[in-house]
């Protein structure tokens, strides 16, 4: 059986995703990348095999449930277990908006991709992260899912409202911590991180974000985490987040 670390990133041929790849991979943890497109995914592998790190890449579209399920399969068969697994795959609709104003059918798509995608994929590695030691299940957040400061006045994206976005990473934190209570009692720690704003194309257009590799630091820590960690937060930068 194999006894080296195994990673699992959704979402890891670009962006934050891939630089958590990256980040662990070179602590000497075998990740494998997923990505729904296979040139993109195979290019990424490369990329961070020229950095000496032990990359394999695994399709997996987090709305499709066969694809979810071959992608465990894989894992299964060349691994035995999973230590870590980060929900990173997400999107922003250009669409997406006020509460009032935005169609419902944007809505759906953004909860398909980052709520119930997370929850799919977390359900169906499941069995792999129980033989593992002690793995550890990282949700990619977002401030702007914390209903706190959401309706905070003073906080610096306040005025950032979608629907969307905004509801499906509130869901997901609610996923975080009903999942953390659910493993309470075994060795399995869940954990929301908070990128915060990172220059990604997850936002086109968008500029002033701080640089990746900051980006995806919360996430790896939390991936990384001792016997006597947290489980059940949200967090950013070693901070805690309100929900």
């Known amino acids: 059986m194999n006894t080296t670390s195994i990673a699992l990133i959704t979402g890891a041929n670009k962006g934050i995703g891939y630089e958590i790849a990256r980040q662990l991979g070179l602590q000497g943890i075998?990740?494998?990348?997923?990505?729904?497109?296979e040139s993109r995914g195979i290019t990424s592998v490369?990329?961070?095999?020229?950095?000496?790190?032990?990359?394999?890449l695994v399709l997996i579209d987090v709305n499709d449930q066969g694809s979810i399920r071959d992608a465990a399969s894989l894992i299964e068969h060349e691994q035995g277990h999973l230590d870590i697994l980060v929900n990173n795959a997400g999107i922003i609709d250009p669409d997406d908006g006020m509460p009032g104003e935005t169609s419902i059918k944007v809505i759906k798509k953004t909860f398909e991709t980052n709520f119930f995608g997370a929850v799919l994929v977390t359900q169906s590695m499941l069995p792999l992260l129980r033989k593992a030691p002690a793995a550890r299940i990282v949700n990619i957040s977002s401030g702007l899912g914390s209903l706190s400061l959401n309706q905070d006045p003073g906080w610096a994206f306040a005025d950032t409202k979608l629907i969307g976005y905004n509801a499906s990473k509130a869901a997901l934190n609610m996923f975080t911590v009903q999942l953390a209570w659910e493993l309470k009692n075994t060795r399995i720690k869940v954990n929301a991180a908070n990128p915060n704003f990172t220059d990604t194309d997850l936002v086109p257009g968008a500029k002033g974000g701080r640089p990746v590799s900051d980006g995806a630091r919360t996430a790896v820590e939390l991936a990384l985490l001792p016997?006597?960690?947290?489980?059940g937060?949200?967090?950013?930068?070693?901070l805690i987040l309100p929900w």
């Not at 016997?227 to 489980?231: M, S």
């Not at 937060?233 to 070693?238: A, L, P, Q, V, W």
């Open 227 to 231: 016997e006597e960690g947290p489980t």
């Open 233 to 238: 937060g949200f967090f950013e930068d070693g």
């Open 46 to 56: 490369n990329r961070l095999i020229t950095e000496g790190v032990d990359a394999r």
């Open 30 to 37: 075998t990740v494998y990348i997923g990505s729904r497109n």
